[in-house]
Nanobody, 125 residues
Framework: QVQLVESGGGLAQPGGSLRLSCAASGFAFSNYAMSWARQAPGKGLEWVSGIHSDGSDIYYEESVKGRFTVSRDNAKNTLLLQMNSLKPEDTALYYC??????????????????WGQGTQVTVSS
């Protein structure tokens, strides 16, 4: 059974940090690209980051460049998102998603065949 489970969300102050994790199971994690996406209340899905299956190619949405860092540990079947210098506009439900192949397909949800349940990130003073 293919499964993704996010954790690490919570409440952070502006300027603070959080580290999201996505534990993958039921598939050969190292063979597939992964992405992080988020959805704020009343807004559409926003693609935050994508990472190639071997970590060689990475994408960041413009508003998170220089603040967020995506990484993966293929030995531990884990996807990570280190979020620094958090802003109130980062408040959203964050999802990890498994791509259908080794390439990320940011902006194309039909190219992702498994999504986690999401972890809430709230940035507020």
């Amino acid at each position: 059974q293919v499964q993704l489970v996010e954790s690490g969300g919570g409440l952070a102050q502006p300027g603070g940090s959080l580290r999201l994790s996505c534990a993958a199971s039921g598939f050969a994690f190292s063979n597939y690209a992964m992405s992080w996406a988020r959805q704020a209340p009343g807004k559409g899905l926003e693609w935050v980051s994508g990472i190639h299956s071997d970590g060689s190619d990475i994408y960041y949405e413009e508003s998170v460049k220089g603040r967020f860092t995506v990484s993966r540990d293929n030995a531990k079947n884990t996807l990570l998102l280190q979020m620094n210098s958090l802003k109130p506009e980062d408040t959203a439900l964050y999802y990890c998603a498994k791509a259908v192949d080794k390439y990320y397909h940011v902006g194309n949800p039909e190219q992702y065949d498994c999504w986690g349940q999401g972890t809430q990130v709230t940035v507020s003073s």
